[in-house]
T-cell receptor
């Protein structure tokens, strides 16, 4: 089954404690991205990756890091989480550059709470 | 750069009534338009898309949308909603000539009452 998986689905942590949210897709997609969803703000893109070892900032990259060492994985790293990073996070993937980017497959989401 | 506006943050409607969720966009180049649906506690899934051709686009679950270039709109419609259509709906726009990376609207919460 074609899918995007994220782990963990729920996470409560404390300020400053480094964490990683994993994302994996089994569709051989080149493009992957991370979004955060906040009430009233919709989806905002954090980082995206056009292919292995190619990443770029989205609209709200501050406080986040990503890496793309393998095609299927795109982890989101919070080196020193702060309460304003409490949010619902989604990973998404799609086929290669061009129009394919536009129709994305989304993971189930990770609800992060930073105390 | 493109932008998208969803004019209603919440739309309440009774079951079996018709519904329209509004979406307007802004772009200086040709656009591609999408509607995604997010059911409670789930990720987003693609409902329908307009890339080119016929301006009336049909999607899953009986939804359709019409691309109106002169009014820069892409409103989503369904003639008769069900309780199970209760969800968050996102309009998204991608523009040609660049990376095509889409911009999402803030979402419209459709609440279907029995």
């Amino acid at each position: 089954e074609a899918q995007v998986t994220q782990n963990p689905r729920y996470l409560i942590t404390v300020t400053g404690k480094k964490l990683t949210v994993t994302c994996s897709q089994n569709m051989n997609h080149e493009y992957m991205s991370w979004y955060r969803q906040d009430p009233g703000l919709g989806l905002r893109q954090i980082y995206y990756s056009m292919n292995v070892e190619v990443t770029d900032k989205g609209d709200v990259p501050e406080g986040y890091k990503v890496s793309r060492k393998e095609k299927r994985n795109f982890p989101l790293i919070l080196e020193s989480p702060s309460p304003n990073q409490t949010s619902l996070y989604f990973c998404a993937s799609s086929t290669s550059a061009g129009l394919g980017i536009l129709a994305q497959y989304f993971g189930p989401g990770t609800r992060l709470t930073v105390l | 750069a493109q932008s998208v506006t969803q004019l209603d943050s919440q739309v309440p409607v009774f079951e079996e009534a018709p519904v329209e969720l509004r979406c307007n966009y802004s772009s200086s180049v040709s656009v591609y338009l999408f509607w995604y649906v997010q059911y409670p506690n789930q990720g987003l899934q693609l409902l329908l898309k307009y890339l080119s051709g016929s301006t009336l686009v049909k999607g899953i679950n009986g939804f359709e949308a019409e691309f109106n270039k002169s009014q820069t709109s892409f409103h989503l419609r369904k003639p008769s909603v069900h309780i199970s259509d209760t969800a968050e709906y996102f309009c998204a726009v991608g523009a040609s000539g660049g990376s095509y990376i889409p911009t999402f609207g803030r979402g419209t919460s459709l609440i279907v009452h029995p």
